[in-house]
């Protein structure tokens, strides 16, 4: 939970070959931005796609965990491993999420239970290569706003160049930067995430007693911030 920027690739790539190509294009404009770590493009296919064939700390686990996609029936939302995807991930920085990138292909069907138990197949609707993920960058605030505009605008830049490449789908960015490209009203923006979740934590432990974990918790001003009056 936190302000992130969420985003969909596809491509109409007819090979694999084709696919790695569109993905390195990516990397490389990744390797021109301030990044703190750009990884290597790596290929899935097989167990390999499953994030269960990695320990928990894995390089390559939460790269597999985002590759997956969901699909909806009757209320049940039931995973989607992909049958070869083709990725890197970005490292913005400090406090930030790491952001996977990439393309891949999913089987048109999958078997799933229903209430009743009975297995049935269920269409995917997933076609051609594509991506959907996310990187949560609100908590690189805590290391200051620059350090947190540098890690948002990081993955923003990349999401722009895949734009470019004709493989950008949609782009939902919490911060409102995206589609408003004011960094005031950004930094502004977090800001007021930051209360909010501050207050909650405070909430939480008024209710349940005891300390809760959470990134905000590490943030400088976490009390102050608790502490602000309400907007009207």
């Not at 009743?116 to 960058?137: D, E, H, N, P, V």
Request: charged residues 25%; glycine residues 10%; aromatic residues 10%.
């Amino acid at each position: 939970m936190g302000l992130s920027i969420h985003y969909t690739l596809q491509s109409a790539a007819g090979t694999a070959e084709q696919a790695r190509k569109l993905v390195e294009k990516l990397r490389k404009r990744a390797l021109d931005l301030p990044f703190a770590e750009v990884g290597e493009v790596v290929e899935l296919t097989g167990d390999a796609c499953n994030f269960e064939t990695y320990d928990g700390n894995h390089p390559l686990r939460w790269l597999a965990v985002q590759a997956r996609q969901y699909r909806e029936r009757h209320g049940t939302y039931y995973p989607v491993k992909p049958n070869h995807a083709v990725a890197f991930t970005t490292y913005p920085g400090e406090g930030c999420e790491i952001a996977n990138l990439g393309l891949a292909t999913y089987p048109d069907t999958i078997e799933v239970r229903d209430a009743t138990g009975c297995s049935r197949r269920l269409s995917t609707g997933l076609t051609g290569w594509c991506w959907t993920s996310f990187c949560k960058t609100q908590y690189a605030s805590r290391h200051g706003m620059e350090h947190f505009l540098r890690c948002h605008l990081c993955v923003i830049r990349m999401l722009d160049h895949a734009k470019e490449l004709g493989v950008l789908a949609n782009v939902k960015d919490e911060g409102g930067f995206w589609d408003g490209r004011d960094a005031k009203a950004l930094v502004l923006k977090v800001g007021e995430w930051n209360e909010g979740m501050a207050r909650l934590v405070g909430e939480l432990e008024k209710t349940f007693g005891g300390t809760f974990i959470a990134p905000i918790t590490e943030h400088p001003e976490f009390k102050a911030r608790q502490r602000k009056p309400r907007s009207s």
